[in-house]
DNA sequence: AGAGGTGGTG
DNA sequence: CATGCACCACCTCT
């Protein structure tokens, strides 16, 4: 990799001819873009790389006009573009340029899956670090930096532009090759057909109302405050500093969010003894100033993590939120959502209501019904499962009807929420005690109940233990379409070494659930996207969150698209779970949520 | 800068 | 023997 073989185009005629004569028969080619911002809709494009195994292509986008024969390359269905974080790519050349690239291989998802579950492993996918790992080549990426000034180019950025395209064919070689060696082939044409999807999503964004997140904040900051005053004058008496000061002003005599004063509040002053000041143990404490400080934190969380800071993400120019989507950001495929999180949003009305469609349009609120439960009953095929879903029956009044020997009508809330409880700790790998304490039962009684729900669950049992088995042996998971999650297992004689084990064990029971279920998710998105260009619905995609997808589509075509939104969820399900059906619930409404 | 604690989501 | 999966943001403290 010395010496890059590269052409600066700097004419439209020159342009025309190395996409006649040399790109245009290339059935593989390497995409890159160099600009001034990270932001697509700040950014301004001023290198487009097109490479091929021998030759770099660096067009200087400021002084070319016509893109038509570029759109045309880079949208081609049938020519395979390789990209490293292509996302970044396709939103720049999509805003400044209206190309759509289509037919991606990426070298980042793919290195993801390779060592999804490993540490680090998001660490690992650096083009840096891919060239250093398959080719032993040392990339300078600090040259990257010097474009955001937006400049005239120099040789040292075209020489930097040109390898960054030019590294990508021969790690393409050796990446695919394990990708194929790991059976991973399957997973990685979903991840690189989710790609383009992502981008359009995160281009898209959402709209915010401003003023109700505003007004929601004020109400909340009065509580906040008002709690936290009732505190301070609470245990004031309890503090040599008590007095007030020269204006008459009471001081606080505890910083409300430092865990440290808190427990010395708690044990030293009140001899209350808590172990940490976490929820469940404010609320055994059954004393008044945890109840209050319960309250304070609940104003002072939503007020901290939702509040002014998620507003000053808003786009300058599309006055819309944009976070970022990470396809591989979990190690079971699911979406990691930042800047803002919208996946942690609070479910509560008054927060999510703020979030809606713009003027003239709708959003279309969709998501799975039971998921991973369904998932569970298709992989465990335990005919009781699988009849309650069949027959449409509800899971955990069925289970608890058969657990507590009880008719289907004469199930109470009780027995119901008890179940409820075992049926989704069971995906977690949940053992008796964390389920006893959450039921309210003692240890022994929540380990006869749970033997009891396993011998009427029999299939349910087998296949949990065979997924924690067979991770142990192989040292992986996989999911219905063969995602990987890999552990890294622990030596016999690490006198951890029991502890470690059980921890991935109940990793892998998990995986394949949840890893399925967002397969399953990452599948709709695919075919939503597919269905709304083909139908020519004017909207898109805005949000997903694990096991729901959200659109923004006009309202004239509400209806159209919320029906399209439903039965690709369920077909894309039904393409993956073959024993239980798949339900997706669709509502339109202004507002996120139902 | 990074760790640990706390708490929001599915 | 102990035994709850997957994330991200914010805070304080070192």
């Not at 439209?12 to 996409?19: A, F, K, N, W």
């Not at 390789?82 to 790519?89: A, H, I, P, R, S």
């Not at 040292?156 to 532009?161: G, I, S």
């Amino acid at each position: 990799m010395q010496d890059p073989q590269f052409e600066h185009i700097t004419s439209q005629d020159r342009l025309s001819e190395v996409i006649e004569k040399d790109l245009k028969k290339r059935d593989i080619i390497a995409i890159d873009t160099e600009g001034t911002s990270l932001d697509p809709y700040a950014n301004k494009l001023l290198l487009l790389q097109i490479g091929t195994p021998e030759k770099a292509y660096i067009l200087d986008i400021r002084k070319l006009k016509d893109f038509s024969l570029v759109k045309e390359l880079l949208e081609d269905p049938k020519r395979l573009k390789l990209t490293q974080n292509g996302k970044f790519d396709y939103e720049a050349l999509k805003v400044s340029l209206g190309i759509a690239m289509k037919n991606i291989y990426d070298t980042m998802l793919a290195e993801a899956l390779l060592n999804a579950g490993l540490e680090s492993s998001p660490r690992l996918s650096s083009l840096k670090l891919l060239a250093k790992n398959y080719l032993d080549v040392d990339l300078k990426k600090e040259i990257r930096e010097t474009f955001m000034a937006g400049g005239k180019i120099t040789k040292d950025q075209l020489e930097y532009a040109a390898l960054d395209v030019l590294v990508l064919f021969p790690i393409f070689g050796k990446q695919y090759a394990k990708i194929k060696e790991k059976s991973l082939t399957k997973t990685a044409k979903l991840e690189f057909a989710v790609l383009p999807v992502v981008g359009e999503m995160e281009l898209r964004g959402t709209a915010i109302d401003v003023n109700k997140w505003r007004t929601n904040l004020e109400s909340l900051k009065i509580k906040r405050d008002e709690m936290a005053k009732k505190i301070q004058s609470e245990i004031r008496p309890l503090y040599k500093n008590s007095q007030a000061d020269l204006f008459g002003n009471m001081g606080n005599v505890v910083n409300l969010n430092s865990q440290k004063q808190l427990m010395e509040l708690f044990n030293d002053k009140l001899g209350l003894e808590l172990p940490s000041t976490g929820v469940s143990f404010l609320q055994k404490a059954h004393h008044p100033v945890a109840q209050l400080l319960l309250e304070y934190r609940g104003y002072e969380k939503l007020l901290s993590s939702f509040g002014e800071n998620l507003i000053s993400k808003i786009n300058k120019k599309t006055k819309r939120l944009h976070p970022d989507f990470f396809q591989l950001g979990t190690a079971t495929g699911r979406f990691s959502c930042s800047n803002p999180n919208l996946q942690q949003i609070p479910r509560d009305a008054t927060f999510r209501s703020c979030f809606l469609a713009k003027k003239g349009y709708k959003l279309i609120n969709a998501d799975y019904s039971q998921a991973e439960l369904r998932i569970l009953a298709d992989y465990s095929r335990d005919p009781a499962f699988v009849k309650a879903y069949r027959e449409n029956a509800d899971l955990h009044t069925l289970t608890a009807s058969q657990m507590y020997n009880v008719p289907f009508e004469k199930v109470t809330k009780e027995m119901r929420q008890a179940t409820k409880t075992i049926n989704f700790g069971l995906m977690y790998g949940r053992g008796a005690v964390s389920i006893g304490i959450q039921i309210g039962i003692s240890a022994d009684e929540a380990k006869k109940l749970l033997d009891k729900y396993f011998k009427t669950y029999e299939g349910v049992k087998k296949w949990l233990d065979k997924a924690a088995a067979e991770a142990v042996q192989k040292g992986y998971a996989e999911t219905r379409i063969g995602r990987k999650r890999w552990f890294t297992l622990p030596d016999k004689s690490d006198p951890s070494y029991t502890r470690e084990i059980g921890s991935i064990e109940r990793a892998a029971k998990n995986h394949p659930i949840q890893g399925t279920s967002a397969d399953m998710t990452k599948l709709a998105l695919v075919f939503i996207n597919a269905r709304f260009e083909k139908e020519g619905i004017n909207g898109g995609i805005v949000h997903t969150v694990h096991d729901e997808i959200v659109s923004e589509v006009i309202e004239e075509q509400a209806e159209l698209a919320s029906k399209i939104q439903q039965e690709e969820m369920v077909r894309a399900g039904e393409t993956l779970v073959k024993n239980v059906p798949i339900v997706a619930d669709v509502a339109i409404s202004d507002v996120w949520g139902h």
